[in-house]
């Protein structure tokens, strides 16, 4: 079973961009929570949103790999994904934009013939 919470595999671009709006827009909600928190000194609300956070970070990282994956590259290039905004988002969409190599690769089959989404 395919799990967004493995990095083993290859994801199609379609699906990368769906789950990155979502957790991308999860992560600015978060910000704000954080930032409002820390206004109004709710430390529960703060710390709730911290771990949220870095959870969705996470699951972001993990698509990332996968899709990396996907285009042949080895997983340690997700680190430049580290490298605060606006330079992060602009390799963000460099993924959802780079087309994945045709047929299986060394990191699985290709997923156009497999991905419903």
Same mark, same amino acid.
């Given at each position: 079973?395919? $799990? %967004? *919470?493995?990095?083993? !595999?290859?994801?199609?671009?379609?699906?990368?961009? #769906? &789950?990155?709006?979502?957790?991308?827009?999860?992560?600015?909600?978060?910000?704000?929570?954080?930032?409002?928190?820390?206004?109004?000194?709710?430390? $529960? %609300? *703060?710390?709730?949103? !911290?771990?949220?956070?870095?959870?969705?970070?996470? #699951? &972001?990282?993990?698509?990332?790999?996968?899709?990396?994956?996907?285009?042949?590259?080895?997983?340690?290039?997700?680190?430049?994904?580290?490298?605060?905004?606006?330079?992060?988002?602009? !390799?963000?969409?460099?993924?959802?934009?780079?087309?994945?190599?045709?047929?299986?690769?060394?990191?699985?089959?290709?997923?156009?013939?497999?991905?419903?989404?």
């Amino acid at each position: 079973m395919d $799990t %967004i *919470f493995k990095p083993d !595999g290859r994801i199609t671009r379609r699906r990368y961009l #769906v &789950l990155f709006i979502i957790f991308y827009f999860i992560n600015i909600l978060c910000l704000m929570m954080i930032w409002d928190s820390f206004q109004s000194q709710s430390w $529960t %609300i *703060f710390y709730g949103a !911290g771990v949220a956070l870095i959870a969705s970070i996470s #699951v &972001l990282l993990v698509q990332a790999i996968k899709r990396l994956h996907d285009i042949g590259y080895d997983w340690k290039y997700v680190f430049y994904l580290l490298i605060p905004p606006p330079i992060n988002f602009i !390799g963000f969409i460099w993924l959802a934009a780079k087309k994945g190599q045709d047929g299986a690769n060394e990191y699985g089959p290709d997923p156009r013939k497999t991905d419903i989404v």
